[in-house]
T-cell receptor, first 110, second 113 residues
Framework: GQSLEQPSEVTAVEGAIVQINCTYQTSGFYGLSWYQQHDGGAPTFLSYNGLDGLEETGRFSSFLSRSDSYGYLLLQELQMKDSASYFCAVRGSSASKIIFGSGTRLSIRP | DGGITQSPKYLFRKEGQNVTLSCEQNLNHDAMYWYRQDPGQGLRLIYYSQIVNDFQKGDIAEGYSVSREKKESFPLTVTSAQKNPTAFYLC????????????FGSGTQLSVL
């Protein structure tokens, strides 16, 4: 089977840096993705890691360690609009089957 | 503009009734997916399809059915066998290459009367 674990809630201060971790267990592995979802909205793609290392896209970075079955999303210079839920997702045993974690709700304080 | 359209935005089901959620995409994507999201929860995979006339069960397929007769359409039927259908349903698609990036529709909120 496949499973992903991430913290349910994280709180941070505006302008700070926050890291959201994700550990996964899959029978196969093709890559780890991150999505952002605001309340009542649809998830939007943030980043993808197919290989070990860090991927940077503006204020957001994502890291993957395949040997540790672990990844994280790093958000820098936090803004109030970053308050949302963040999901990690893996492409596992079937190249087209994408499974999501339960999500991390990020709350940002002024 | 290209995108994924889900309809209706809100849907109500009576006991014992089947209802169908529509999902249409004009992105020319090969793969399409249906996810269910309960309040405060993650997305759980119901069904997915890699090509026309082919689809596979996800983790919670019981009580649901799909068809993929056209590349751009992937409707989901919530049958009367699904005893707890109230949820937010999300349709998504991805290219054959770069399957890691899913594009989502705006969702359908299904409630039971």
């Amino acid at each position: 089977g496949q499973s992903l674990e991430q913290p349910s809630e994280v709180t941070a201060v505006e302008g700070a840096i926050v890291q959201i971790n994700c550990t996964y267990q899959t029978s196969g592995f093709y890559g780890l993705s991150w999505y952002q979802q605001h309340d009542g909205g649809a998830p939007t793609f943030l980043s993808y890691n197919g290989l070990d290392g860090l991927e940077e896209t503006g204020r957001f970075s994502s890291f993957l360690s395949r040997s540790d079955s672990y990844g994280y999303l790093l958000l820098q210079e936090l803004q109030m609009k970053d308050s949302a839920s963040y999901f990690c997702a893996v492409r596992g045993s079937s190249a087209s089957k994408i499974i999501f974690g339960s999500g991390t709700r990020l709350s940002i304080r002024p | 503009d290209g995108g994924i359209t889900q309809s209706p935005k809100y849907l109500f089901r009576k006991e014992g009734q089947n209802v169908t959620l529509s999902c249409e995409q004009n992105l020319n994507h090969d793969a399409m997916y249906w996810y269910r999201q309960d309040p405060g929860q993650g997305l759980r995979l119901i069904y997915y399809s890699q090509i026309v006339n082919d689809f596979q069960k996800g983790d919670i397929a019981e009580g649901y059915s799909v068809s993929r007769e056209k590349k751009e359409s992937f409707p989901l039927t919530v049958t009367s066998a699904q005893k707890n259908p109230t949820a937010f349903y999300l349709c998504a698609s991805s290219m054959d290459r770069g399957r890691e990036k899913l594009f989502f529709g705006s969702g359908t909120q299904l409630s039971v009367l």
